[in-house]
């Protein structure tokens, strides 16, 4: 019985020892838990932050997850600081300040484009901007493959942005011409290419809407766009037809032309009124206004221009009309009507005219090294075989056809004024 009652005592103890451990350790947990409440809280804070943002981001808020992810490459490409590891890959050109994207949009014949230029790293999906920073370790080398039409293709720094300066010639094709260069990477401390790319655009101009063409009806002036300016064959095609293959009129900003089209073949017809620079500084005292045609497009027929002087009439003592071919001025027989205040003559060939208030002698030289075929010479030659330069023949047969009947008119111009 004593051993019994012994036994019941020593289990009696155990099991409150063990009753005492368990409460420390409850005690302990309790302790624990309240101690870490408040980090609980803040990290709970941040962990439901933390899932909401894993949450948004795997579902409602891809789109949201996907600009950010192109906002931060953009913002590595403009940060010089933040340049990926490794060596670049290849070449990325933006936009240029007019939006015209390169190897998408139609350059334009005499003018310079500026795309800003980035290099990006294979695999990172990461760009940066081309830098004085990078080209300490490498250069650019550009080799070109295709055509001919361009005067300038590098990457060049101006005002601390590097950009890929595209020049175009100043030449009036009919048709777009493709350009293509090879353009390298590479590594100055041994010469050796990094990697090469090609790069592709077209420049020229744009064919006369077709839309507008169809849409013409008999007896219709057909405006040029100078956005748009060549007429292709089949559209001179479809005007000649209209008419019953007589003469229409062609028209644009300041000029019209009345001509027969049949048979034509394709033509540029872009406009501008820009001045030459040549003749201006020859004759710094003397006003002009000047009449360009820039293709100079010749016609089967001869046909009679008029050039609007509305806005000179006034100004001018005198109305004196003159052709600019080949690095010489000539003399040309034009009538003044009142009526439209229009200086009107004939010729198969729109070429650059120019009103001027004072006389110059017909067959003056402005620019020797055109004359004599040097190396200017190229600048009034049309690349377009269909619409040639212009000659002193053409001049002749202009002048003998408006000779007799305008031969009182020649001094009719001179005394406009008297007439009004």
Known sequence: MKKAIAMLLAVS?????GVTALADDVNQVADTGSGSSDVSSDNTSSDTSSDNTSSDTSSDNTSSDNSSSDTSSDNSSSSEDETPVGEPTSLVFHSDEDGTVLGEDLL?????????????????RAKVAVSDELLKDYKFTYTRVTASGVKNFKIEERKGVHYLVVETKDTTPTKPIDVKYNVKLVR???NISVFSQEVKFSYGYDESNDDYINDLDKGDIIEIDNSRPVITKEQFNKIAKLNDYKNVTLAGAGWQFTVNVTDETTKNMVFTNAGIKEIMAKYPDQ???FFRFGGKPSFNSTGKVALDVSDIVDDYENLNLYRYANGRVYKLNASY?????????RTNKLDTFFVTDKAIKDGTVIDE?????GSNAGNNVNTDKNNPGTGAGDMINAAVMAGIASLAAAGAVVAKKNSK
Not at 108 to 124: H, K, S, T
């Open 188 to 190: 100055k401390s041994n």
């Open 287 to 289: 006003d002009f206004k």
């Open 13 to 17: 103890a155990t099991m409150a020892l």
């Open 108 to 124: 334009e014949p005499g003018r310079e484009y500026r795309f800003p230029a980035y290099v990006e790293f294979g695999g990172q």
């Open 337 to 345: 009507n009142a009526a439209d205040e229009t200086l009107e003559f």
């Open 369 to 373: 090294n055109v004359v004599s075929g």
